[in-house]
């Protein structure tokens, strides 16, 4: 052959050999496609069988849930149907009604009262403790000042300890403090220190104190007891724990009140713990979180969220503020600002009742959980409670001194996470 | 003084309680069931009606339903009596409308008052 046809051939040869590899290549490239695909298929199929299983899951847990507020409340009417039976029938024997009662006979009926009201407290402390446990107990946080709340304890407790020949005192630094908390139920924690005090101390005092921490408030109930051993003190706040401390005079304890308290305290976000010398004294302290801070609205409506993806519904949420709310503040002053803010907030949740969730900071913002609510619902409700909220501040004179805006978001449609809808409902 | 009905499953209820309301001059007439209460409610109009809307075999937040919605007793007093704490029905039931709204065991002195406060209403001359 002539030079110029072998190399056309070693050309030629070359070329199908790069064509083969290519066609090598190839192949394997589908192969490994091939492999790739049907991983992702068989990922996929793995994926959908997990839905099911969660849908599954999720329809179990309601069920559960349902179970839950279904037991607290048949166990509750079962409880306390013999036992108002058993209170008016003793009342109706002890009133003569049913003709007159001897002496002796006044004695055991009297017992057997007071033992059926012991009884009652017990019914009412178990509810409230499984209430607390089975998470069905709803705390509405909000501002709350340490001062007022201190102060309606002593006055109620005062007549008590004079009784008792104990002298009652507060310690609380001056000036404006406040929790982030549910009133009611802090006020519960604070009885319930100070009766127990009150009942296992015999001679002395018994001071209430707050110290301000960085961010939360400490309450202490300090009293010249008896104590509590050292062997004890583990088991203070356990249910149906009663001591060998000799009990003072008036109603004999349930053995629940510190657990209750207990679980408001960790339900506020707090802790309780106790110190006590035997013979010197105990104290009882527990903290609340302060002021409710940026997050405080976040957790309304990260509720909201969770109760809407748990019940597959939309939800929104409606923002309120009071415009210029400094220079509105120092127009009113501190007391009646703080007094508008508490009733705009008591106004809106009427006016939602059922439907939505509402919360507020000193700072004049209003925040509005508005449950099975969508974009076009909103707006009807945003209206109702504009009328309501200005109906409310003509009555008091204040159209003038408080301009009010509104701004709203809906979930999923404009925002789906909680600080998002927060940003979405302000900015409006 | 007054005539009242109660509705409640409970008999040892209704037996206390007639004997309470006796002493104090009430005539008392007894429905044990949500059926028996509209039926007797269908023959005759009391002056109050203390009503259990717990009541195992149900209906008496519907017979509270039915007053409201019935001409002639729309306006009918009605005091709620509960041995539940549920929420959601205490709401509807404030909705509805009631006298007041008692959880069991109930306070007999603020029945007895409560009682008498509707009792003066129902007496009072018609407002022109």
Not at chain 1, 346 to 351: A, E, R, T, Y
Not at chain 2, 27 to 33: G, L, P, T
Request: hydrophobic fraction near 40%; charge should be neutral.
């Amino acid at each position: 052959m002539s030079d110029k046809e072998d190399i056309k051939n070693t050309d030629a040869a070359a070329y199908v050999l790069k064509l083969k590899e290519t066609e090598e290549e190839l192949r394997k490239t589908k192969e490994e496609l091939e492999t790739y695909t049907w991983g992702l298929e068989k990922t996929n199929e793995a994926i959908r069988h997990l839905y099911k299983e969660l849908e599954i899951k999720n329809i179990e847990l309601k069920k559960l849930d349902h179970l839950k507020s279904e037991f607290v409340s048949t166990v509750s009417h079962e409880l306390r149907t013999p036992l108002s039976i058993i209170k008016e029938g003793i009342s109706l024997i002890m009133d003569e009604v049913t003709g007159a009662v001897n002496e002796r006979q006044r004695k055991y009926l009297s017992i057997s009262k007071q033992n059926v009201d012991r009884l009652e407290r017990i019914i009412n402390d178990l509810l409230n403790i499984s209430k607390i446990e089975a998470g069905k107990i709803e705390i509405r946080k909000r501002s709350v000042l340490i001062r007022p709340l201190v102060e309606q304890l002593v006055t109620s407790f005062e007549p008590k300890a004079k009784e008792r020949g104990l002298y009652l005192k507060t310690d609380i630094p001056a000036g404006d403090i406040e929790i982030c908390a549910d009133e009611d139920k802090v006020m519960q924690v604070l009885i319930n220190l100070v009766g127990n005090a009150l009942k296992f101390t015999e001679k002395g005092f018994i001071e209430i104190s707050a110290r301000e921490k960085r961010s939360d408030v400490e309450f202490s109930v300090t009293d010249t007891g008896s104590g509590i051993a050292k062997n004890d003190i583990p088991r203070v706040f356990d249910k149906f724990r009663q001591f060998g401390r000799q009990d003072g005079p008036g109603e004999k304890g349930t053995g629940l009140g510190l657990s209750i308290s207990k679980g408001i305290v960790e339900m506020h976000g707090g802790s309780i713990w106790v110190e006590s010398e035997p013979g010197r004294g105990t104290r009882f302290t527990f903290t609340i979180p302060k002021y409710c801070t940026e997050t405080f609205f976040k957790e309304h409506v990260k509720n909201g969220l969770e109760e809407a993806l748990k019940n597959e519904t939309k939800m929104s949420v409606i923002y309120i503020s009071i415009v210029d709310y400094e220079a509105v503040r120092q127009k009113l002053g501190k007391e009646r600002f703080r007094e508008v803010v508490n009733r705009l907030e008591g106004i809106l949740q009427k006016s939602l009742r059922r439907a939505g969730d509402v919360a507020a900071k000193d700072t004049g913002e209003l925040i509005a959980v508005v449950t099975s609510c969508d974009k076009d619902n909103v707006q009807h409700v945003k209206k109702r409670l504009e009328v309501v909220l200005y109906d409310f501040l003509a009555r008091e004179n204040l159209r003038d001194a408080i301009r009010l805006q509104f701004g709203y978001a809906t979930y999923p449609d404009e925002a789906r996470t909680d600080d998002d809808l927060i940003k979405r409902a302000r900015e409006k | 003084m007054a005539k009242i009905l109660i509705v409640e499953d409970e008999k040892d209820m209704v037996q206390v309680m007639m004997e309470r309301l006796d002493s104090y001059g009430h005539d008392v007439d007894v429905a044990f069931d949500a059926l028996q209460a509209m039926m007797k409610l269908s023959k005759y109009k009391p002056d109050l009606v203390l009503l259990d809307i717990s009541m195992p075999a149900g209906g008496g937040l519907q017979v509270l339903r039915n007053i409201r919605m019935n001409i002639r007793l729309f306006a009918l007093p009605v005091i709620i009596m509960t041995g539940s704490q549920d929420e959601k029905i205490k709401e509807e039931a404030k909705k509805l409308g009631v006298a007041a709204y008692y959880i069991k065991p109930l306070d007999i002195n603020v029945l007895k008052e409560k009682i008498a406060e509707i009792v003066k209403e129902k007496d009072a001359p018609e407002e022109a």
